[in-house]
């Protein structure tokens, strides 16, 4: 009889009355298959041929090291308490009219740029939002395989990456990641769409992603949990309710599909000069193929109905669904697509110029408030989710925090108002540096006014009653 143990490096070891591991491989392969054996054993000698880059051979022999476990912590979410099932509309109040007078500027119409949509090429075929990219993968790469599953199976693997032809591979990655103007978390999803195209398994995948991140820089690293590749990356920013490893005293956060929870093994030190955290920040939207399609959206204020149609990019809202739940910094600082806010700033000049500062940020308000109905993430997605300004701007449904983001970056843009979010223990609204009375909050010295874009019919200066006398616990800032 056979038992199967983990040892501490993470590899499996199986025992029996004849002998170790060994035997096992004996009896696991037939007759019939030792010919196709023996040329993977060929395969895997083959690669470890002298190295192109000195320092993978170094890195080679660090990882047949002696490997540790690392257990997993949950990271913390990103409220301490349910958000509010129903919110009650407030009771309607006069709308103000003070303050300057508004002339908005409509901004002219932003020159098209083409972003990368090849439909002829060589190589590995790639989609990427809209465009169609191709990448040299060398052929000596898809011979790579997590066998057997456990650490040798890992060096195995970089043994035969190391060894391809793989500059040109990553000349064409920052190329293309360039052209498209792509952040980093941008860079992240090529490469693991490139490592999708290039194998079938996922451990493959997660093996090829490991070495082109590491090659690019990104401290990225690999464990083993249940003979199964867990790809580990650090990142700027924390990412919520997530599985975490602390190595070396960094967070590692697991981002690759069907991510693996629990204890794992895996290496302390980090691929040399591979120091780059993944960062979220989308300061700059990147240049996607348009996949333009509009909408319309109407609200009421003070018995009048109105109506807001833009147009957006499909393929932007794509690119923002697969976020994790990251710092609200992030969300808060990005900015909308031109395209829509050259059409919601049209759609508001006629209703808007002439009219009191106070009247428009109580209009803007009405169209967050009103426009879109309210709901929580978990009832809509089945899981948290928070949406970027134009994320919020195509759902239907959203919730405050949503809402939020939406009305500070309008808020911002428009009117060039100082705002700040305002995040309580299980609700967010946002806060303007404007010299009204109301219910207010401090921020570094100086008194804002409560905005509520969730709270229905309620105008600049009104919080929740709920809220009125909490401390709020944090405050998000735009950049």
Known sequence: MWIVQHNRDGEQKSFNQ???????????????????FKDFQRVQNAAFSQYKDKKDTAFES????????????????????AKPKVILPASIQPVLARGPNIHLKVLKKAQKQA????????????GFFGSLLH??????????????????????????F????????????????????LNEWGVYLLVQKIADKTFSDLDDKKLFAWFLLNKLGYDTKVGIHAQHIALLSRTKQLIYAAAKYIIEGKSYFLLSKNPIHGALYTYSKSYPNATKAVDFSLDTLPLLVQNTQSKTRTFSMQNRQYSISYRYNKNFIDFM???????YSVYFSTPLQEETLFDIQKSLKPYLDGKKMTYGLDFLLRFVQTAFKYERDQQQFGKEKVMFAQETLYYDKSDCEDR???????????????????????????????????????VHGKRYVIADPTYIDANVGESMPQYRSVIPDKFIYLR
């Open 18 to 36: 004849f002998g170790r591991f060994s035997l096992l491989l004996i009896a696991a392969f037939s007759l019939a298959e030792a010919g196709s």
């Open 62 to 81: 660090y990882l047949k090291s002696q490997w540790s476990e690392y257990n997993s912590f949950i990271s913390s979410s990103l409220y301490k308490e």
């Open 115 to 126: 972003a990368p949509l090849l439909k002829t090429g060589k190589g590995l075929e790639v």
């Open 135 to 160: 990448f040299s993968v060398d052929a000596k790469v898809k011979r790579a395989r997590f066998y057997p599953q456990n650490r040798n199976g890992i060096i195995n693997a970089f043994s035969i």
């Open 162 to 181: 190391a060894s391809s032809d793989y500059n040109p591979l990553l000349y064409e990655i920052k190329k293309s990641s360039k052209s498209m103007k």
């Open 321 to 327: 669904n697969t976020y994790p739940q990251v710092s």
């Open 404 to 442: 939020a983001t939406l009305y500070a970056r309008l808020v911002k843009k428009l009117f060039g108002i100082s705002v700040v979010g305002v995040q309580y223990s299980n609700h967010m609204a946002t806060a303007l540096y404007i010299p009204i009375n109301g219910a207010g909050v401090h």
